[in-house]
């Protein structure tokens, strides 16, 4: 056989040998894509324990007492109580609502009209405080990865905690008092028997 002859005869058959790179065609049917990784989210909630805000000033309400006659004090102002993260970040604080199954806490802001309190006569300049009913609530964020990642299947657990406010037939539990001013002529704050206004007030 003439030489030509056998070169074409061995580029034939190392080409039957060799693999074939997929056309654009049938690529994605090979090939069907990158698997992804994904986590996700759960909660855990492990207690609930009541507290008591910091006595906090209703700013911008005061009335000033005569030597003779009492004020009045709150009259139509409100407050506004939210959820306060203390450890944890990027909570979902309405998902962590509905984990529980004794829940007296609201994860939503809310707003109540304030009490009128009486200042009493002696020439007192009074302010308003408020104080709302707390819940302390404490958990665990945990994150699952799933798909391909490389620990999937595997949690990650890292703690949180809030306070929010209590709700009593759907409203925020809080206290109201009169407050002497800083401000006030007559601070003898123990003989009318009110406290003395956070400072700033």
């Known amino acids: 056989m003439h030489s030509a002859a056998l070169l074409a005869v061995g580029a034939a058959t190392l080409a039957a040998a060799l693999p074939t790179t997929p056309s654009p065609s049938n690529f994605k049917r090979q090939y069907p894509g990158t698997p992804t990784c994904t986590s996700s989210v759960s909660y855990t909630m492990d207690s609930q324990t009541p507290q008591l805000g910091a006595w906090t ?70 302010g308003l405080i408020y104080q709302a009913s707390l819940m302390d609530v404490k958990g665990s964020k945990v994150t699952t990865q799933q798909g391909s990642c490389l620990q999937s299947g595997q949690s990650s657990s890292e703690p949180y905690e809030f306070t929010a406010p209590v709700l009593i037939s759907d409203k925020p539990e809080v206290r109201y008092a009169a407050c002497i001013s800083n401000q006030s002529p007559n601070t003898d704050a123990a003989s009318v028997g009110i406290d003395m206004c956070p400072e700033g007030l």
């Open 57 to 126: 000033a209703v700013s911008g309400d005061t009335c000033t007492s005569s030597t003779v006659d009492s004020c009045s004090v709150g009259a139509s102002n409100s407050i506004s109580i939210g959820v306060s993260i203390n450890v944890g970040a990027g909570l979902d604080i309405e998902e962590i609502f509905h984990v529980g199954t004794d829940i007296t806490w609201t994860y939503t802001t809310t707003k109540t009209n304030t009490i009128t309190q009486t200042c009493p006569q002696g020439g007192y300049v009074c």
